[in-house]
Nanobody, 125 residues
């Protein structure tokens, strides 16, 4: 059974940074198509992709809102994904979820079947 646990959320002022972590257990990545992704859900909004990474190759994707400010990475030995978030803005506030799938990285949350419980990020002065 796949189990994902996010951590690292919190409250920061605009311009601040946070590093989110997603620890996995019970998940074995496909050699070519294993994908780890971060999604965000703002209050009253749909869940949306922030960034994703192919587990083996390390190829990444970023939503336009995250480009240049966020960095997704993974530690294959620890089976942990990270999301380094810099220059945070109020619009970045929301619940951040980690998800994994073994059929390639996509941007649609409904195509991911394994999710963590989320970690809350609040950016406010």
């Amino acid at each position: 059974q796949v189990h994902l646990v996010e951590s690292g959320g919190g409250s920061v002022q605009p311009g601040g940074s946070l590093r989110l972590s997603c620890a996995t257990s019970g998940w074995t990545s496909s050699p070519s198509y294993g994908c780890m992704a971060w999604f965000r859900q703002r209050s009253g909004k749909d869940r949306e992709i922030v960034a994703s990474i192919y587990y083996v190759s390390g190829n990444t994707y970023y939503d336009d809102s995250a480009k240049g400010r966020f960095t997704i990475s993974r530690d294959k030995e620890k089976k942990v994904a990270y999301l380094q978030m810099d220059s945070l803005q109020s619009e970045d506030s929301g619940m951040y979820y980690c998800a994994v799938r073994n059929w390639g990285c996509v941007v649609t949350p409904e195509h991911f079947t394994d999710w963590g419980q989320g970690t809350l990020v609040t950016v406010s002065s």
